[in-house]
């Protein structure tokens, strides 16, 4: 085990003295071969999409004990909770109206445990908030995915209203987590349960990305004939391929700390 993690170590420092496109490249070369090796190991790709909605479910169970037995939400933007809130209470909304199933109450578990969270740094671990550093401007993410859901969305039979606030929650959703990312580098360094909760957000948004993906190689592409015409089925992807990529940088780094065996994540100037 020791001698892995020394290899993995060796690896990882070789990586980071790569230049900045020799690292883009290894980037998009290891997602290729992970997509790959996804696609051989798993055989119903929607299993992928089952493990995603399960480890964002182990990083909000990190975050709930952080809160909890740690009491204090120091390093944790409540911005990007915000955000979160509204992206997931439209898109109940939309389930409601749209397409009800299993993934709604997934949804609505996650609403009713992020808006707790907002509680709980609003009033009872206030003292604790750093409002400083949660200094992301929410109409920077908010105004453009509005604007954008506009001009781009589903080409269903379903009400426009409706059609408009399904793409807007997944343009959002894409973009939620750049206030959390923003904190984690103002503060520069970011402690134990925040950095776990922030990888299992990376690593479920991979999973939902892959799941993406592979349908759309096993579909042939009809996956996204199947989601309408125009710019919308596109879009899908890329808010996918959006969110993971947002997180890929600090994934980068976490693996690093843990390989490297520190318990605090230190950030370099220049991650988000």
Not at 46 to 74: M, Q
Not at 162 to 188: D, G
Not at 205 to 218: G, I, K, N, Y
């Amino acid at each position: 085990m020791r001698g892995a993690r020394k290899s993995i170590h060796a690896i990882i420092t070789w990586v980071r003295r790569q230049p900045p496109k020799m690292k883009a490249f290894i980037a998009v070369v290891s997602s290729m071969v992970a997509l790959v090796l996804l696609r051989i190991i798993v055989h119903d790709h929607d299993n992928l999409f089952v493990a995603a909605e399960g480890v964002h479910s182990l990083g909000i169970s990190v975050l709930i004990y952080k809160l909890i037995k740690e009491r204090t939400c120091a390093g944790l933007s409540l911005k990007s909770q915000e955000l979160t809130a509204l992206f997931l209470a439209v898109r109940l909304y939309c389930s409601f109206v749209m397409e009800y199933d299993i993934h709604t109450v997934l949804d609505l578990a996650t609403f009713v445990t992020t808006v707790w969270v907002i509680y709980m740094i609003r009033f009872k671990l206030r003292s604790s908030y750093m409002e400083e550093k949660d200094n992301f401007a929410l109409y920077y993410v908010a105004v453009p995915c509005a604007a954008l859901a506009l001009f781009v969305h589903p080409s269903t039979s379903h009400h426009l209203l409706n059609r408009i606030f399904w793409a807007f929650c997944v343009y959002l959703e894409a973009v939620s987590v750049l206030p959390q990312l923003r904190v984690m580098q103002n503060t520069k360094i970011v402690e134990p349960f925040t950095a776990h909760y922030v990888f299992a957000l990376g690593v479920a948004r991979f999973l939902s990305c892959a799941h993406w993906v592979l349908q759309v190689l096993d579909s042939r592409g009809h996956l996204l004939v199947a989601l309408g015409y125009g710019l919308w089925p596109s879009m899908v992807l890329i808010s996918e391929i959006v969110q993971t990529f947002i997180l890929a940088d600090f994934c980068y780094y976490y693996v690093q700390s843990v390989f490297g065996g520190q318990l605090v994540l230190r950030l370099p100037s220049g991650v988000v």
